[in-house]
Nanobody
Framework: QVQLEESGGGLVQAGDSLRLSCAAS????????MGWFRQAPGKEREFVAA????????CHADFVRGRFTISRDNAKNTVYLQMNSLKPEDTAVYYC????????????????WGQGTQVTVSS
């Protein structure tokens, strides 16, 4: 089992950047596929990005491709989400997630979740 804690959210203006971090507990972080999801008010949670165990492969949702980048540092047990050119529609609670395995990096089901961090983008 792994415990996840997100940080780095906040209130920014459109066009600004933020980097979210997710720190994982335990010694087996490198064995997990990691992902970021988000949930806006009144909407369902949606996939944002995911990264394989060795960071050899990533998947980003179409609506963030070219603006957001997922990365990980296994030595620090941390996964990141660099968010550039933020838009008001990016406003949401962002969740970090971990999975032992997924059938598809872009559509897989994740097993463990953090509490989320709020990102608010003003116009």
């Amino acid at each position: 089992q792994v415990q996840l804690e997100e940080s780095g959210g906040g209130l920014v203006q459109a066009g600004d950047s933020l980097r979210l971090s997710c720190a994982a507990s335990g010694r087996t972080f490198s064995t997990y596929i990691m992902g970021w999801f988000r949930q806006a008010p009144g909407k369902e949670r949606e996939f944002v990005a995911a990264i394989t165990r060795s960071a050899g492969n990533t998947c980003h949702a179409d609506f963030v491709r070219g603006r957001f980048t997922i990365s990980r540092d296994n030595a620090k047990n941390t996964v990141y989400l660099q968010m550039n050119s933020l838009k008001p529609e990016d406003t949401a609670v962002y969740y970090c997630a971990a999975a032992g395995s997924v059938s598809s990096l872009c559509k897989g089901a994740f097993d463990y979740w953090g509490q989320g961090t709020q990102v608010t983008v003003s116009s």
